[in-house]
Nanobody, 123 residues
């Protein structure tokens, strides 16, 4: 069972990136899922979450209005569209799944984690 995050890279401030999180080994279609990020020297922090149906989403204040989380259960994949990127968005981004549970902003609630993908935003 694995979550594979991809799509990170180096971009200039103001540009966009789309991250993907593909699940293998089991279906994640009934799981709450989330995106978190960790900058060097900082703790892992909540970015966005999405319910199993995609009908409920939640965002950290720092990304609200710029980031959009979606999912395609037929593809067992979650996405994070990141627009108007800022240098302070630079971090390793992780996706996570909470088995048959509500998507939350708490790192400790999640059961599966992807390996992370690095996003670097230059000024």
């Amino acid at each position: 069972v694995q979550l594979q995050a991809s799509g990170g890279g180096l971009v200039q401030a103001g540009n966009s990136l789309r991250l993907s999180c593909a699940g293998t080994g089991r279906t994640f279609s009934r799981d709450g899922m989330g995106w978190f990020r960790q900058a060097p020297g900082n703790e892992r922090e909540f970015v966005a979450s999405i319910s199993w149906s995609g009908g409920r989403t939640s965002y950290a204040d720092s990304v609200k209005g710029r980031f959009t989380v979606t999912r395609d259960n037929a593809k067992n994949t979650m996405y994070l569209q990141m627009n108007t990127l800022k240098p302070e968005d630079t971090a390793v981004y992780y996706c996570a799944a909470r088995v048959a549970g509500w998507a939350t902003g708490d790192v400790g609630d999640y059961d599966y984690w992807g390996q992370g993908t690095l996003v670097t935003v230059s000024s």
